[in-house]
């Protein structure tokens, strides 16, 4: 079983910073690629940005040179670096990694429980 935990949101004024982590756990082989999402209130789930195995790394317009995503396969773990943020960031951001649990086993995508980020004045 994998299981994975994000943490680091929280409360912050427009123009500040945050970092997101999302660590997995359990019996995992091999990682993927590893990404991160936000759902705001009444609105669907949308993709935030995205780090391959090869660690290129790939955003939305809507964050793209305000957030910067990272992964460290050694701990299990990818990391959202949100800086200059606006109250339109404010959502559940949640993490998704796609994970090989076995050798032979196709890899399948977890995801974390979501931590919120609010941004407000």
């Known amino acids: 079983q994998v299981q994975l935990v994000e943490s680091g949101g929280g409360l912050v004024q427009p123009g500040g910073s945050l970092r997101l982590s999302c660590a997995a756990s359990g019996s995992i082989f091999s990682f993927n690629v590893m990404g991160w999402y936000r759902q705001a209130p009444g609105k669907e789930r949308e993709w935030v940005a995205e780090?391959?195995?090869?660690?290129?790394?790939n955003y939305a317009d809507s964050v793209k040179g305000r957030f910067t995503i990272s992964r460290d396969n050694a701990k299990n773990s990818v990391y959202l670096q949100m800086n200059s943020l606006k109250p339109e960031d404010t959502a559940v951001y949640s993490c998704k990694m796609n994970i090989r649990t076995l050798p032979l086993r196709p890899p399948l995508d977890y995801w974390g429980q979501g931590t919120q980020v609010t941004v407000s004045s």
């Open positions: 780090v391959t195995r090869g660690n290129a790394t």
